[in-house]
């Protein structure tokens, strides 16, 4: 959530700045786009109700999860032409290093989610496991065991604040570069035009 405000916060800096979205078709083509779209819907069925409860999922689920990380990473890689994606790759290499190293989940300090309201969400109990009645989550509350735990979502934004959760180092990255991306994406089409009119002015 706190990427959607990122995002909308950018494009409001993006039109008071000039900008449209005629820079969108101005960046090319984004490479293996199926590949991360299938790797957010295989996201969202594996942590929704309706696929979260199943032993399977509870099963494979962190695999899977890892697996999805990976291959957003791979397409994010294929596309440096865009401004801000080496931002945002950045921040989701510190992201997967923390999910891959604790096992599929990102690591979360009882602490900051409890600061966030996020804790009964996160936390699944002994009972709930033995009759797998809990809905498999891609977060881990951290212990004395996690690993490389302050990549993990250590900084929370409070319950009473709007959209509250845990957010990592990896996240901040993701949604400065994604603000780079849209203010200069935005401001694409503005250069060319720019550029078209100095080129007819010294034409003519």
């Known amino acids: 959530m706190v990427l959607l405000v990122a995002i909308v916060v950018s494009l409001a800096i993006g039109f008071a700045t000039g900008g449209s979205l005629d820079g969108v078709r101005r960046i090319g083509r984004i490479r293996y786009l199926p590949l991360l779209i299938l790797a957010l819907l295989v996201q969202i069925a594996i942590f929704s109700p309706l696929l979260g409860r199943q032993p399977l999922i509870h099963d494979i689920g962190p695999y899977l999860h890892i697996a999805t990380i990976l291959t957003s990473f791979l397409v994010m890689t294929r596309n440096f032409h865009i401004p801000g994606m080496p931002v945002i790759a950045f921040g989701a290499a510190l992201n997967a290093l923390a999910i891959v190293a604790n096992g599929g989940y990102m690591p979360s300090p009882e602490d900051a989610l ?68 849209i203010i200069r994406v935005m401001h694409l089409g503005k250069a060319r035009d720019d550029e078209e009119n100095e080129l007819k002015r010294q034409i003519e």
């Open 114 to 181: 409890r600061e966030s309201g996020q804790y009964e969400h996160v936390h699944i109990t002994e009972e709930e496991r033995a009759t797998d009645d809990y809905v498999q989550t891609n977060s881990t509350v951290a212990n004395d065991g996690t690993n490389l735990r302050f990549l993990g979502d250590v900084i929370p934004i409070p319950e009473a604040i709007p959209l509250a959760n845990v957010v990592s180092l990896g996240d901040i990255f993701i949604d400065l570069g994604a603000a780079i991306a």
